[in-house]
T-cell receptor, first 113, second 112 residues
């Protein structure tokens, strides 16, 4: 099965909060990332959280990490139409002795006016 | 500004033809990567390079080849052995394998 799992779609109304969830399997990860991909473009590093933290806030973004359940979430406050994109969770675990990040399949966030 | 440049943005390949995708970075990063992205499948690792003159196969290396003769450059060749090459190809780099990656804007490859 996948090492990093995400739901594929999320639809929200403009101005509401969005919460994108991710579960991972490698508990040895030193930190976990969130990337954003707009249509036809590459991935942009949005934020990351160290594994010794429970929460990180950066303007409208809040990352929550539950190490016990291996669950990571990204909350976007006051979601705007410009937030419509695919969001990827990734972990640079030690799977196979490598630090190569493992990406989830991505969650497509659709923001309705 | 530093960054990663992929070219071309769109590429078309005829049957039986090899094509090479370019990736250049001026971030002074040691590590570079190639991913393939198909709809609904996320990113799959093709090859990665930890340092100049060294590279390793990823999860789907068959039908692809790479070289790393310069720190700044990591070209990917899609050979005729790759039977289903139509996809969006992303190049990335990072200071080291354990640090966050920076991505290029991708090359979309299609079969004529």
């Amino acid at each position: 099965g996948e090492d990093v799992e995400q739901s594929l779609f999320l639809s929200v109304r403009e101005g509401d909060s969005s919460v994108i969830n991710c579960t991972y399997t490698d508990s040895s990860s030193t930190y976990l990332y969130w990337y954003k991909q707009e249509p036809g473009a590459g991935l942009q590093l949005l934020t990351y959280i160290f594994s010794n933290m429970d929460m990180k806030q950066d303007q409208r973004l809040t990352v929550l990490l539950n190490k016990k359940d291996k669950h990571l979430s990204l909350r976007i406050a006051d979601t705007q139409t410009g937030d419509s994109a695919i969001y990827f969770c990734a972990e640079p675990g030690l799977g196979g002795g490598s630090y190569i990040p493992t990406f989830g399949r991505g969650t497509s966030l659709i923001v309705h006016p | 500004d530093g960054g990663i440049t992929q070219s071309p943005k769109y590429l078309f390949r005829k049957e039986g033809q090899n094509v090479t995708l370019s990736c250049e970075q001026n971030l002074n990063h040691d590590a570079m990567y190639w991913y393939r992205q198909d709809p609904g499948q996320g990113l799959r690792l093709i090859y990665y390079s930890q340092i100049v003159n060294d590279f390793q196969k990823g999860d789907i290396a068959e039908g692809y080849s790479v070289s790393r003769e310069k720190k700044e450059s990591f070209p990917l060749t899609v050979t005729s052995a790759q039977k289903n090459p139509t996809a969006f190809y992303l190049c990335a780099s990072s200071p080291s394998l354990s640090e966050p990656q920076h991505f290029g804007d991708g090359t979309r490859l299609s079969i004529l």
